[in-house]
């Protein structure tokens, strides 16, 4: 028996998903139960789970059978190239995950964190103060800034000034509809209208992959550093395979991270009490950003390809089939998270874990930077709690959503700063 979900015709069904995305999840789930069918336009019908369990059943297809690359591969594949650890499935993949987790492993990304608190510093510096901002947009400059300087290991200021202008543009013009959703047998006819959308896109990406060479073709010559290039070139990837993975780092890591930032602002500005014990509270905030990650997950999916049928909850899913859970359904499931709208960091105090836990997805293809992306987290929250009073200037909670792959604040957290007087010793 296939899982149930609803009849409308999959252009509405997309519609609604992209007007409300977190309202359908619940709607489907009130309505269907925990395993239901989604059909988008041009795409196999997705099957999303509403709990830990069943999630893991999906994940545990890592071991074969499922492919979370080929999930991704369509979209992705101009932006990232074909030598990606987010696009690739298999011995390949396995390959490329091998040489992406030691320089991202929590001890590794620790000799970050002078430098993380130092960028955040010195961006902060520059932040408005006495009038209302989009506090996602500084988040980002940010995390883009924590790439350029930590993963790529960019040090000259003229490189660093060009990647910054650029970068953005890359991942703006790579995430649009016209780009990610073209058919791949179109690519080459766009590719000759010099005006295309998609000839834009591989002018960038062309001035991109130009720094990029440039700067592995370099490095191969120098001694090493602590960065993460430095360390993908020691594993003996090519030098197309390395450009790759500094691209996928980029695309996975950049706005992901900055939204966790900015949800967490969203949330801490509307909690009061919980704010009033930041930042110096270090256990308390690491609980803080667990259930900030917990009630409004960045990414809202983790979805395999099926190339086997699989049992799930009673129904059998076909193969070609997607199948994933939906993660603010499993983190809302309030047999494990009792009273799961409540803010409550301490769910995830005294080290208390849950499966259920999966903002960073599961299984083998567990998100490769959780560790990077957690220690930014904190270091940034705390650089900016030290510096500055943020209020939201519309005490109202922001909604949810759509921002490519991400649940974003509707108004990307608003806030105003003022100084604090005196300021706060680190
Ligand atoms: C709050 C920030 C972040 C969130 C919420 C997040 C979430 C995720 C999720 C849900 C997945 C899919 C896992 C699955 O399919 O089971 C993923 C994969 C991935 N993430 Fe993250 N991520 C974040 C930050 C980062 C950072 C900072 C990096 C690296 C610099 C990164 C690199 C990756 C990569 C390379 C993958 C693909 C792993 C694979 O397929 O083997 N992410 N992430």
């Known amino acids: ?14 519609a609604w998903f992209a007007r409300d995305p977190a309202g359908l999840f619940e709607s489907c789930h009130r309505r269907y139960g925990p395993v239901f069918t989604m059909r988008y336009p041009g795409f196999p019908p997705e099957v ?3 709990t830990a369990e069943l999630a893991e059943q999906v994940y545990r297809t890592d071991a074969g059978g499922g492919n979370a690359g080929e999930a991704r591969r369509d979209f992705l594949e101009p932006l990232v ?16 995950r091998k040489a992406l987790t030691p320089p991202l492993r929590a001890r590794q990304v620790a000799g970050y964190h002078d430098e993380i608190a130092a960028i955040a510093a010195e961006k902060i510096a520059t932040w408005p103060l006495g009038e209302p901002f989009t506090l996602r947009d500084r988040m980002q400059e940010i995390t883009l800034e924590i790439i350029i300087r930590l ?10 000034g060009r990647l910054r202008a650029l970068l953005p543009r890359l991942i703006e013009a790579g995430g649009s509809m016209s780009v990610a959703m073209l058919p791949p047998r179109l690519r080459e006819p766009m590719a000759r209208l010099p005006f295309s959308p998609y000839a834009r896109f591989l002018r960038v990406r062309a001035a991109v992959d130009a720094i990029l060479f440039e700067e592995i073709a370099r490095r191969r010559k120098e001694p090493e550093g602590t960065d993460v290039l430095s360390r993908l070139l020691a594993t003996g990837l090519g030098d197309q395979e390395v450009r790759d993975e500094l691209i996928t780092l ?20 509307r909690l009061p009490d919980v704010l009033r014990r930041l930042p110096d509270d270090e256990p308390y ?10 009630v409004r997950p960045v990414v809202y999916e983790a979805p395999r390809v099926l190339d086997a049928p699989l049992r799930l909850g009673g129904y059998e899913i076909p193969a070609g089939w997607y199948a994933g859970p939906s993660i603010p359904l499993v983190h809302h499931d309030a047999a494990v998270f009792p009273s799961p709208e409540e803010f409550r960091p301490e769910r995830f ?16 293809r567990f998100c490769v930077g959780a560790q990077l992306a957690l220690l930014e987290m904190r270091v940034i929250i705390r650089e900016v709690l030290r510096r500055l009073e943020l209020t939201a200037p519309d005490p109202a909670p922001e909604a949810r959503r759509l921002a490519n792959v991400t649940f974003a604040p509707a108004r990307l957290t608003r806030v105003t700063a003022r100084a604090h007087y005196p300021a706060r010793t680190p």
């Open 1 to 14: 028996m296939l899982p149930p979900g609803p009849r409308l015709p999959s252009p509405l069904q997309l």
């Open 48 to 50: 999303y789970v509403a």
């Open 81 to 96: 190239g074909a030598h990606s650890v987010l696009t690739l499935d298999g011995d390949d993949w396995a390959k490329h």
């Open 151 to 160: 993963v790529f290991g960019i040090r000259d200021a003229g490189r660093i």
């Open 250 to 269: 980029l695309i996975a890591g950049h706005e992901t991270t900055a939204t966790g930032l900015a949800w967490a602002f969203e949330r801490l500005l």
């Open 285 to 294: 905030l690491d609980a803080v950003i667990k259930e900030v990650l917990r």
């Open 349 to 364: 105090l005294d080290g208390q874990q849950s499966r259920a836990w999966m903002p960073f997805g599961g299984g083998r």
